[in-house]
């Protein structure tokens, strides 16, 4: 019913900035928090940064400063700039959105995306 697609990801160096998009499709109604998460190898997922429809924003305590999270609400679509970039920044990085499908809140429920991998070298 909803799909997520990553883009953006890659290689870079220490130092250097990449921009993920999310963009969601489907069976949409509204979008109400999306965000972006990471999992680095041997890792859980943990979260990076979320934004509200509204456009407030939080982030993990590791990247504050450093990730901007914007969201494009009439392309439905999220985006994360990651600046100064480090190689504990490696992982595959993943679009969150929570949905509704109908015009009923009761159906909001939580998409992913299949993931973006981000690879920084020192």
């Known amino acids: 019913q909803v799909q997520l697609v990553e883009s953006g990801g890659g290689s870079v160096q220490a130092g250097g900035s990449l921009r993920l998009s999310c963009a969601a499709s489907?069976?949409?109604?509204?979008?109400?928090?999306m965000g972006w998460y990471r999992q680095a190898p041997g890792k859980q997922r943990e979260l990076v940064a979320t934004i509200t429809a509204g456009g407030n924003t939080k982030y993990a305590a590791s990247v504050e400063g450093r990730f901007t999270i914007s969201r494009h609400n009439a392309k439905k679509e999220v985006y994360l700039d990651m600046n100064t970039l480090t190689p504990e920044d490696t992982a595959v990085y993943y679009c969150n959105a929570d949905v509704d499908t109908t015009w009923s809140a009761s159906s909001r429920k939580p998409y992913w995306g299949r993931g973006t991998q981000v690879t920084v070298s020192s």
């Open positions: 489907g069976t949409i109604i509204y979008i109400a928090n």
